[in-house]
Structures are given as C-alpha cells and as structure tokens.
Nanobody
Framework: QVQLAESGGGSVQAGDSLTLSCAAT???????MAWFRQAPGKERIFVGG????????NYADSLSGRFEISRDNNKETLVLQMNNLKPEDTAVYYC???????????WGQGTQVTVSS
C-alpha cells in the first residue's frame, strides 16, 4: 500500500524560500511523482512532476524558474524547492504518485503554504 506524507509547509513572507518534502512508503521508486496545489476556492492544479529516474522534471509554465523538483529514490523522498515565493503561491500542496504513467492514483494529505506580502 502506497502512502505519501508531505511536510515542510508553513507561513512565510513574500520573497522567501521554502522546501517541501514528501515521504513515500510502498515502493514508489518506479513511479512518476508530482506536486499539485490547491488555492482557496480554486481547483487543484499541477505544479510539476518528475519521472522515476529523475530525468526531465517538468513544471507548470507559470512556475518555471522559481520552483524545482527533485527526488531521492533511496530515501523514497520527493522534494519541492520553492524560491521567491509570492502571495499567489498560497495553497495546500499535495504530493502524488503515478504508478503506470496513466493517472496519479496516490495522494498525500497536503501541507499548507501561506505567503504574506
């Protein structure tokens, strides 16, 4: 059974950096992993994803350059480095796993990130 647990959220000021982590259990080494976020009153959207071998992370166009995704398969950990945060980055951030390249079947509970101006 795959379980995902996010950590690292918090309240920061605009311009600050924050690192989110997602600890996975259940052999996710071969899974595509991704981060999503959901702002208050809005739909959950894709932030960025990374293949099982760490190649070619891809990001939502609006976030490219400020956010960076990495993974450590030995530790089964997914990381989201967020730089130059803006108030519009305020959201609950979710970690997700796609085992077959079809859909993100597994989700964490989310971690809140709040950015104040």
């Amino acid at each position: 059974q795959v379980q995902l647990a996010e950590s690292g959220g918090g309240s920061v000021q605009a311009g600050d950096s924050l690192t989110l982590s997602c600890a996975a259990t259940g052999s996710t080494v071969r899974y595509t992993m991704a981060w999503f976020r959901q702002a208050p009153g809005k739909e959950r959207i894709f932030v960025g994803g990374i293949s099982w071998d760490g190649n070619g992370p891809n990001y939502a166009d609006s976030l490219s350059g400020r956010f960076e995704i990495s993974r450590d398969n030995n530790k089964e950990t997914l990381v989201l480095q967020m730089n130059n945060l803006k108030p519009e980055d305020t959201a609950v951030y979710y970690c997700a796993a796609d085992p077959y390249g079809l859909a993100y079947d597994y989700w964490g509970q989310g971690t809140q990130v709040t950015v104040s101006s």
